[in-house]
């Protein structure tokens, strides 16, 4: 079923070209994968396949992004390198992969269990436990050893499972995973503990340590048992996303009834039944009905709001209060919460420095691990063999950098889940340290300062020419354009009573930032001929601006200067109070417009910005923020995604509204769902407290080997200390870096 290209869509999508012979992007998850070692080896693993040009995969979400040629290799083909590797892969769109998770977490909670009543059971039988030295008859102490070593087996069997099917994975790929050292510390202590029972008289000495070896498992599997429950929770933001859509959904038949059908079937034009307290399968807009709608976690909007006829409701959404009737215009992956999730999915799996530096770390790491245990034995050796060897345990045990591998991704996972619950996707986890360290604020003006969509307040013709005639032809020329003034232009013709314009654009090419140039006829005139226009700012026009006040769009022909548009902008409700936040939080704001430089300072002074740059090309925004840059600066940058694409791509961290569909392919790192500013403040504060918690986490992790290292070589750390310190490194690392899911605003408010 995998190599069947309408099963693809599933969990893929594709990237162009032929959908049989062209390029997709899958998202799966990866099972069997408990540290960086192992992902390091799947991505490895699905390289070496030809026709995958790039694996990526994150541990601390264990999931998978593969970027693949239909032409050259079917998805069966890799989802087998990867079973080579060790580890399974399941389509993230596996509607059984819910009920597998469950079902994991019940044999771990058994594996757990089982591993506590053996621990509870050993340690009464264990003969230092129960009477003094010398206390106790030789033939009741052999009987005990032996209870105790019974005792352990099922915890070895049956709890001891995922370490050794972890070990023994990595072997067969041939790498080192971090379940290797704690599987051999758990076979090295069970042999000698049981050539100790068998043969009290033999070379390893009659010291049994099935107590130690009972707590270790135990707390190792607390600690992973808890980990796993933790990183779910701080993690979840994105499987909270994709279980939003329903399963199925009530479609109008032709007859007018309704059945129920699953969402895969819904097309373009369907009409659904959507009751109260259901989810809507897809973006459509109300045909029958009024009802409130939650869309908390797709638009960032806490409040409920009212969609009556003909208003918009969004896949994902729940509706709150009464029946209605949706019309489908987007299914599937054009809807907004497959963009969403797709910017969150790719976010997930994109790896920051801090992460990356620890992944080829962790390689090297464990294999000086092993070296550094076999030195201990061999210093060891002569003094005691039973000794070298549980010394050599406790080193293996000790020294797992599995805290190391987890102090970036955990930290930065959790924060990503917390801004998406508050309406800001993170698309790039690197720019969260670039955000963190940033001193530098750039807005740009239009859709980002103030509202989206201007309004037009006035106009001045030439001489001879009618106003109507003028915005006619604008309105023709700007509907080539996604800009906002375009767009007002666009409104301003279609609000007044007109019949069918005869206006036709032959040719037009956007300067972006700067206007358009087109080739317009007038169809209506019988010799009608081409003439050359442009729409855009006063010097892209060739005229100057007859108002300096005031925001302005202009139209010129082949003769000169024909008509200019004033243009009605409001700021944003918060924008003033943003500014204010954001400078306490001690960065520098600045205001960079492509409007006039009359217009970008009305805009300043009313938000409290004190430094505005005018008559801004995209070009030269760049330069402006590039000039920051080479000062020293580190430069945040809050733009409107469709003609700040060059800034925001060289910003060290980057701002755009989400609002638009074009936005989904912008080059910002932050994409913000709502229409409030002051997230970015939230952000900002977010980002440096990420960071501090990174930064705290590493050097626990950090701290913890360098500690432990001397004292189990130095035979100072029992092997059961060292199971429970292991296990408490990892659990401090992910409970630290919980803190950063919390709801709580970041800045204390």
Known sequence: MLDDPAEWAAFSRPLGGDPLAGRWESQVLVEGMHCAACAFAVEAALARVPGVEKAEVDVATRRARIVWSAARTVPSGWFRACEGAGCTLVPAGDLAVRARRLRDARIALWRWLVAGFCMAQVMHAYPANVVHAGDLAADAATVLRWASWVLTLPLVLFSCGPFFAGALRSLRGGRIGMDLPVALGIAITFVVSSAATFDPRGSLGADVYFDSLAMFVFFLLTGRWLETRLRGRTAGALEALMNRQPEHAERLAPGGDFECVSVQRLACGDVVRVR?????????????????????????????????????????????????????????????????VALMENASLHKPRLASLADRAAQPFLLFVLCAAGLAASLWWPVDPGKALMVAVAVLIATCPCALSLATPAAMQASAGMLARRGVLVRNLQALEGLALADTLVFDKTGTLTIDMPRVVGMHCRPGTRSSSALERAAAIAA??????????????????????????????????????????????????TQRMWFGSAAFCGVPPLHASASQVHLSDEQGWLATFVMEESVRADAAATVAVLRSQGLSVHLLS??????????????????VNGDCTPEAKRLILEGFQDRGHRVAMVGDGLND?????????????????????????????????????????????????????????AGYNALCVPLAAAGMLPAWLAGLGMAASSLVVVLNASRLAGRNDPAGQ
């Open 645 to 701: 694409g060059p800034v925001l791509g060289r910003a060290d961290a980057s701002f755009a509204f989400g609002n638009a569909v074009p936005l989904a392919r912008a080059q910002a790192d932050f994409v913000m769902l709502g229409s409030e500013l002051r997230v970015i403040d939230l952000t900002v504060a977010q980002a440096r407290r990420t960071m501090r918690v990174a930064r705290q986490n590493l050097w626990w992790a």
């Open 594 to 611: 492509g409007d006039s430089a009359a217009a970008a300072s009305a805009v300043a002074l009313r938000t409290g910005i004190r430094s």
């Open 276 to 340: 109260p307290g259901e989810r809507f399968p897809a973006d459509g807009v109300v045909s029958l009905g009024r009802t409130t709608v939650d869309e908390a976690l797709l638009t960032g909007e806490l409040r409920a709001v009212v969609r009556d006829y003909g208003a918009r409701v969004l896949a994902g959404s729940r509706n709150l209060s009464a029946t209605v009737q949706v019309r489908l215009d987007s299914v599937g992956q054009d809807t907004r919460l497959a963009q969403i």
């Open 480 to 529: 080539q354009s996604l800009h906002p003034v375009a767009c007002a232009v666009v409104n301003a013709w279609n609000d007044r009573p007109h019949p069918p314009t005869s206006w036709k654009v032959v040719q037009a090419e956007e300067s972006v930032g700067r206007g358009v140039e087109a080739c317009v006829i007038d169809a209506a005139t019988s010799d009608a001929g």
